[in-house]
């Protein structure tokens, strides 16, 4: 499969654990993405890089989430000191790109967060 | 900043029913348009897109939306829907001012076609 892939697929934790999710993004993909779906509503974005460069954070909902993808390949998301609002299926996409333009983006299958 | 807004959030269509999902969007600049859908147990895809030019596009599966400048809405359409097209549509919206970078999602709208 030569899509985008997220791991997990599911995590379940406790309020106050720490989280880290994965994405591996498609090969030839310089951009990536990171988005939040909650129940009843579309994704929302958090962050997006280019190659290594986190281009956009600011959309990051708090302190407590950042975002890597060290080497401009694959990139995680790390969530500390969960908290029951956090719970929400977190959506990875993918795309060419390079300065104002536009190309399409490849979302992943996402992984769901429950926090209990 | 750009917002998106689905006018339903849930439709209930029969097979071979016409099908029009509103959506309209709120920015004053230079946008690009999407529609998403999301089948059950599958990932976000791309349904259609518009960037300039003949306001009419056509998507995969027979598909179409009419991009109204006038009225910011980008409306979903498709003659005639089969039991298939059951799935949760986005409309979206890219901005030149986020650098075309980021999608501004609506909040979707489940459709659910019965045979």
């Known amino acids: 499969d030569t899509g985008v892939s997220q791991n997990p697929r599911h995590k379940i934790t406790k309020r106050g654990q720490n989280v880290t999710f994965r994405c591996d993004p498609i090969?030839?993909?310089?951009?990536l993405y990171w988005y939040r779906q909650t129940l009843g509503q579309g994704p929302e974005f958090l962050t997006y890089f280019q190659n290594e460069a986190q281009l956009e954070k600011s959309r990051l909902l708090s302190d407590r989430f950042s975002a890597e993808r060290p080497k401009g390949s694959f990139s995680t998301l790390e969530i500390q000191r969960t908290e029951q609002g956090d719970s929400a299926m977190y959506l990875c996409?993918?795309?060419?790109?390079?300065?104002?333009?536009?190309?399409?983006?490849?979302f992943g299958p996402g992984t769901r967060l429950t926090v209990l | 900043a750009q917002s998106v807004s689905q006018h339903n959030h849930h439709v209930i269509l029969s097979e071979a029913a016409s099908l029009e999902l509103g959506c309209n969007y709120s920015?004053?600049?230079?946008?690009?348009l999407f529609w998403y859908v999301q089948y059950p147990g599958q990932h976000l895809q791309l349904l259609l897109k518009y960037f300039s030019g003949d306001p009419l596009v056509k998507g995969i599966k027979g598909f179409e939306a009419e991009f109204i400048k006038s009225k910011f809405s980008f409306n979903l359409r498709k003659p005639s829907v089969q039991w298939s097209d059951t799935a949760e549509y986005f409309c979206?919206?890219?901005?030149?001012?986020?650098?075309?970078?980021?999608?501004?999602f609506g909040k979707g709208t489940m459709l659910l076609v019965s045979p």
């Open positions: 979206a919206v890219n901005a030149r001012g986020s650098g075309y970078s980021t999608l501004t």
């Open positions: 090969s030839e993909h310089n951009r």
């Open positions: 996409a993918s795309s060419l790109g390079a300065g104002g333009s536009y190309n399409e983006q490849f």
């Open positions: 920015y004053g600049g230079t946008v690009n």
